[in-house]
């Protein structure tokens, strides 16, 4: 999961339409948040990991 989301981060192609559009509109983010969200004994899809 963090390599993907590095990858994404660092791709040029992204970077140069988040720079794009923010000359455009301003910036949509201004900070993010790392949560991972994690099974509970009640989450309707715990039996798909065993």
Do not use: C, Y
Request: aromatic letters at 10%; hydrophobic letters at 35%; proline letters at 2%.
């Amino acid at each position: 999961m963090k390599t993907a989301w590095e990858g994404f981060m660092s791709d040029r192609e992204w970077k140069k339409i988040k720079a794009e559009t923010a000359k455009l509109h301003g910036n949509f983010v201004n900070t993010i948040e790392d949560r991972t969200l994690k099974l509970t004994e009640f989450s309707p899809q715990k039996n798909l990991l065993k």
